[in-house]
């Protein structure tokens, strides 16, 4: 080989090197050029990816994991995506709370389906259908298909199946096809949360066409669903380019009310907040959904740039497990919830966009009392109670997600200032898979969470976080009276009877404080000045369909 | 035939190597704390629905079990189902793994070229001002986090200048690429793809310039070093002493014997620009599979670490096995 190499450069005049190098040369020149020239006109908005009439160019930090939502992860832009590509038979109304359009959690409606409607006993639940809806197939969607996709949930024991407990559905016979277009389910006992979680369970499946992909060894047509987007929601995907980009193109044949806005909505992967941001500036994309804090603050005063604010419920929190030394003191609890500087928190980590928290059940929720969290800034009392707990000085890990720049921010705060008043804390960041594990292993004694409840409801709080079962209970906390009104509240259907239970709720765990209550930062989103339309979502998982470019 | 022999008898080398890479990883990324089931369950799902899971995987059984069935599938070229995602690993490899690769090897030849030309002309210029600016440039370089970077290269080429598309994929989706390898440049010419070729050529010189920037410098120094001992040695100045005319002088003595050093150096610094492109992916939204082996690492989802490594592992095999070769044109002193 070495010796074909010598004689092929000896061999070959050198002139003739020359010039193909030259013109190498100049074919890369002319293509970095033409390439230069494509991503410039690209800049101009004249490129084929600019924005139509009637197009939005929404910019989120992931691709989704996975388009089957039975068996998907806790994935945000993929349970956002769901909520416009899947039919929902029934979805939250809007409200205009101080301007600001929010979801509406107390006015549920049907949207796909014709009605939903309770029996006397609130025990049987009636959904019946609008006649004429299709799938991108072409098939008709039926109560077959309700029935097929609730079969599936169940045959999953993951995410509807886990909810759907908290209103006494546990098995797939308590789903019953009536006739074509209407589907009962019979619940074990009446429940006033059952409109609340058939609003973010009600998803339905092309079932026609999945039993065309289903085998024996995979009968619910998993691996066709993971790859494959599901249809028949306010919008079609057209286009997923895996990693890149999904486009979404209105349903044409919806005809419930309040269709989609907007003809098409291109939905490009952006995972750099600072990314994002310079794509808004340039006005390359319409709505940025992963910019960072810091970069929203300077895009308030940015030309062509709109910041919309709303409040939101999403809670910032502090979970101390109450079996787990040194918190299995409630002194102690009491002393870190006193040490926590929560102005000093909202004003520098969130920039004054926060509400303090009043309360363990969030502002906003039916039954939050504002006498429901007393705990203030003040050293004094955080060394009194911790002398209360017969202890100077308390040592503790204190664990955040590891990628939260958020959550470490505020774990520096509150270690910081804990230590004046006796606390040792030691900053534990761990990755997903190793938190999750720890949180299943109810081993973490202190751990910053946060986030939003899919269901605005006091009991669907107790069920996920307060009751000795729920999985977002990483405190550990078990109390009788709260579990005994847990129990009853299954069953109180009376408003007014069920605020008083969420009163009592409140005054025990003010006592107990098993959570340190950091604050609820608002929302804020930055899009292009002419983007319209922004319906808050409570759950956190957007609707696209009220969006369009004004 | 000696070199086809020896290729042969390295890529037979290859099969235990991989079968190593194979048990240890199995073996480690178990042995990591963190459970990748918990990650995919909403927050109802009950201990049932957690074994429920861990089934449907096939977590539950022995680990005996667990790897003879992995490598029951490697054998048939299945990687698994990805815990995360539930689709094929080996069909997210192949989508993420074309991009990866174009990026790196279009870098790493860059690099090459650059360090090649400016080594010898500052070896040839020592000590003298051209030399020091090329030395001052390369260790500018080397020493910029290649996330920083980018985004200064972002800001600049994209939203100063407008000579580049915004940071968002890697083609212009509406120039309808049929995918074929992953690689957006190279389905564009085999597809005769005109504008998507171009959108993907003007994707990619960002991302190339960062990593080039980043992996030069080593690059620049082995072969401005070695280009300074030839000028220095004996042969080099007798030929010179002859009055060999320049050109022969600087291809016949000083250019090959220069490059003898380059190529285990250009392995080891594509191994490490497989790693580096992590980040680049991340800031220039490229999705490849630097991304795509992150987040299987962090949730743990097994298949997918375990074929990452694996394809890390082949990657670094063949890297050196073919400079090997290349060392082995060049010096003839090298007998395989």
């Known amino acids: ?550 | 035939m000696r070199i086809l022999r020896f290729v042969v008898r390295r890529l037979l080398q290859l099969i235990p190597v991989l079968l190593g890479v194979v048990v240890v990883t199995f073996l480690l990324v178990r042995v990591l704390p963190g459970d990748p089931i918990r990650t995919i369950l909403g927050p109802n799902a009950t201990e049932e629905d957690a074994a429920a899971a861990r089934a449907r995987y096939g977590l539950d059984q022995s680990l005996w079990k667990q790897f003879l069935d992995y490598l029951r599938g490697l054998a048939t070229g299945d990687f698994g189902t990805s815990i995360q995602s539930g689709a094929s690993v080996a069909e997210e490899l192949a989508v993420r793994i074309g991009p990866t690769l174009e990026l790196v090897v279009l870098a790493v030849t860059t690099a090459l070229i650059i360090a090649v030309a400016l080594g010898i002309w500052s070896a040839r210029r020592a000590d003298r001002l051209g030399d020091h600016t090329v030395r001052i440039f390369a260790l500018i370089g080397n020493s910029m986090p290649e996330f920083w970077l980018g985004l200064v290269l972002i800001l600049v080429g994209y939203s100063m200048l407008g000579w580049f598309p915004a940071p968002s994929g890697r083609v212009d989706p509406e120039t309808d690429l049929a995918p074929l390898t992953g690689a957006e440049l190279i389905d564009a010419a085999l597809t005769g793809n005109g504008p998507a070729f171009t959108s993907a050529l003007s994707h990619l010189i960002l991302p190339v310039a960062t990593l080039s920037i980043v992996i030069v410098a080593p690059l620049l120094r082995s072969v401005r070093a070695s280009a300074l001992e030839v000028l220095h040695s004996e042969a080099y100045v007798a030929a010179r002493t002859h009055g060999l005319p320049e050109r022969v002088l600087r291809r016949g003595y000083l250019l090959r014997a220069t490059l003898v050093r380059l190529p285990a150096l250009a392995a080891l610094v594509f191994g490490t620009a497989i790693g580096s492109t992590v980040l680049i992916e991340y800031v220039y939204s490229w999705q490849g599979f630097g991304q795509w082996a992150l987040r299987g690492l962090l949730y743990r989802d097994y298949p997918v670490v375990q074929a990452s490594v694996l394809i890390i592992a082949a990657c670094y095999v063949i890297v050196f096995l073919i400079a090997d070769v290349v060392q082995a044109a060049l010096d003839p002193r090298v007998r395989i």
Not at chain 1, 82 to 109: C, F
Not at chain 1, 433 to 442: H, I, K, P, S, V
Request: aromatic share 8%.
């Open chain 1, 1 to 550: 080989m070495a010796g074909t190499a010598r004689s092929f450069g000896a061999g070959t005049p050198n002139i003739s090197r020359r010039s193909v190098l030259q013109l190498g040369g100049s074919v890369a020149l002319l293509l970095t050029t033409g390439a230069c020239a494509a991503g410039k006109s690209g800049n101009s908005g004249s490129s084929s990816t600019g924005r139509g009439a009637s197009t939005l160019r929404i910019a989120v930090s992931n691709y989704l994991s996975s388009w089957d939502q039975d068996f998907v992860g806790f994935d945000l832009t993929a349970l956002m995506l769901y909520k416009n590509v899947y039919p929902y038979m029934i979805d939250y109304g809007v409200t205009e709370v101080s301007g600001a359009r929010i979801l509406d959690t107390q006015n549920i409606v049907p949207t796909f389906a014709e009605s939903f409607e309770p029996s006397a006993d609130q025990k049987v639940w009636t959904l019946k259908l609008r006649q004429g809806v299709t799938f991108a197939s072409g098939n008709e969607l039926t109560a077959e298909d309700i029935k097929w996709s609730k079969d599936r949930a169940f045959a999953a024991q993951a995410n509807v199946a886990g909810i759907y407990r908290t209103i006494g559905l546990t098995e797939p016979d308590q789903v019953t096809v009536i006739d074509k277009y209407t589907v009962q389910f019979t619940q074990a006992f009446p429940s006033a949360l059952t409109r609340q979680i058939q609003a973010i369970s009600l998803y339905v499946y092309d079932s026609v066409e999945a039993k065309k992909h289903a085998t024996d060894s995979d009968p619910w047509a998993k691996e066709w669903f993971a790859k494959n987007a599901p249809t028949g929601g306010y919008f079609n995907v057209t286009r997923a380019v895996q990693g890149q980009e999904i486009v979404l193109e209105t349903n044409k044949n919806y005809s419930g009310p309040d269709p989609a806005k907007t003809d098409t909505i291109r939905i490009s992967v952006v995972p750099a907040a600072a990314n994002q941001r310079l794509q808004l500036e340039n006005g390359d994309i319409d709505i940025a959904l992963g910019v960072s804090k810091r970069d929203i603050a300077d895009l308030k005063k940015a030309d062509g740039i709109k910041v919309i604010s709303a409040p939101s419920n999403d809670q910032v929190a502090i979970q101390m497990s109450v079996i787990t030394a040194p918190f299995d003191n409630v002194n102690v609890r009491k002393a870190l919830a006193y040490a926590v500087p929560y102005e000093q928190i909202i004003a520098n980590i969130y920039g004054g966009d926060a509400r303090p928290a009043k309360s363990v059940v969030p502002l906003d929720m039916p039954g939050s009392d504002e006498h429901g969290y007393p705990y203030t800034h003040d050293l004094d009392k955080a060394r009194a109670a911790l002398a209360a707990a017969g202890v100077t000085s308390v040592n503790s890990e204190l664990v955040f997600e590891t990628d939260n720049d958020t959550h470490q921010q505020l774990a520096v705060v509150v270690q910081s200032e804990a230590r004046k008043a006796g606390i040792e804390l030691k900053l534990t960041p761990l990755d997903p898979a190793t938190l999750a594990q720890r949180r299943e292993q109810r081993n973490i004694p202190l751990q910053i969470t946060s986030g939003q409840l899919w269901v605005n409801d006091v009991e669907y709080m107790l069920a996920t976080s307060f009751v000795s079962s729920a999985n977002l209970n990483y405190s550990n906390y078990r109390n009788e009276e709260i579990e005994r009104i847990y129990e009853e509240s299954h069953t109180t259907v009376d408003e007014a009877a069920r605020l008083r239970l969420w009163t009592r709720v409140q005054e025990i765990l003010a006592e107990d404080v098993p959570w340190v209550m950091v604050c609820q930062p608002n929302f804020n989103l930055p899009v292009r000045a002419d983007v319209a339309g922004w319906v808050q979502p409570m759950d956190g998982l957007a609707r696209l369909r009220h969006l369009h470019a004004a």
